[in-house]
């Protein structure tokens, strides 16, 4: 079955860049379908992040965009995530999902990473 | 674009029904048949409960139903039962390629 499955540092240190990685198995990333990240801060509600195409085509949350970039290796089946100059309000639990971008929900999600913003 | 809003809570006993409310905007909910509902259980990712305003993945018990009347969308979970226990959050398109999720809803089976 298909399965996403989050990566990366647990604990950034303020100003520096969160990258995260997710890795697909059980589909090719190359289908046609966009991938998602969505975070959640502790005891908070969801916040959408951005999407990516396998082409490379991104949608980033406006509140978000200045500081996140997103990227898909196909070679690899995963796409990532980097978000540059964190603080405190970017601790969250992070999750890679995938977009059904004609209808607009996510169907299928990663367990999800935690990622403290700490010195 | 703001959250959607949501009722912090919502209960009912076994067996009972819940509605959960979500309200947007014309610019979102109202906008568009792009509503999707989430469960999340504690220390869980989300699963996909409804989209597109009333559609159910393979699953998913018609237990679970949605309806969309102006700018609120709504859930209602019928015949509740203990396993249905979780937090919702409900989910729409915006417009220009943005998303939005609610505030979401806790929702206790007494």
């Known amino acids: 079955q298909v399965q996403l499955q989050e990566s990366g540092p647990g604990l950034v240190k303020p100003s520096d860049t969160l990258s995260l990685t997710c890795a697909v198995s059980?589909?090719?990333?190359?289908?046609?379908?966009?991938w998602g990240w969505i975070r959640q801060p502790p005891g908070k509600g969801l916040e959408w992040i951005g999407y990516i195409y396998y082409s490379g085509s991104t949608y980033y949350n406006p509140s978000l965009k200045s500081r996140v970039t997103m990227s898909v290796d196909t070679s690899k089946n995963q796409f990532s995530l980097k978000l540059s100059s964190v603080t405190a309000v970017d601790t969250a639990v992070y999750y890679c999902?995938?977009?059904?971008?004609?209808?607009?929900?996510?169907?299928?999600w990663g367990r999800g990473t935690l990622v403290t913003v700490s010195s | 674009q703001s959250a959607l809003t949501q009722p912090p809570s919502a209960s009912g006993s076994p067996g009972q029904s819940v509605t959960i409310s979500c309200t947007g905007t014309?610019?979102?909910?109202?906008?568009?048949?792009?509503v999707s509902w989430y469960q999340q259980h504690p220390g869980k990712a989300p699963k996909l409960m409804i989209y597109?305003?009333?559609k159910r993945p393979s699953g998913v018990p018609d237990r679970f139903s949605g309806s969309k009347s102006g700018n609120t969308a709504s859930l209602t979970v019928s015949g509740l039962q203990a396993e249905d226990e979780a937090d919702y959050y409900c989910?729409?398109?915006?417009?220009?390629?943005?998303?939005?999720f609610g505030t979401g809803t806790k929702v206790t089976v007494l």
């Open positions: 059980g589909y090719s990333i190359s289908s046609s379908n966009w």
């Open positions: 597109e305003v009333s």
């Open positions: 014309s610019s979102d909910v109202g906008g568009y048949n792009y």
């Open positions: 989910s729409s398109y915006a417009g220009s390629n943005n998303f939005v």
């Open positions: 999902a995938r977009l059904i971008a004609a209808y607009w929900y996510f169907d299928l």
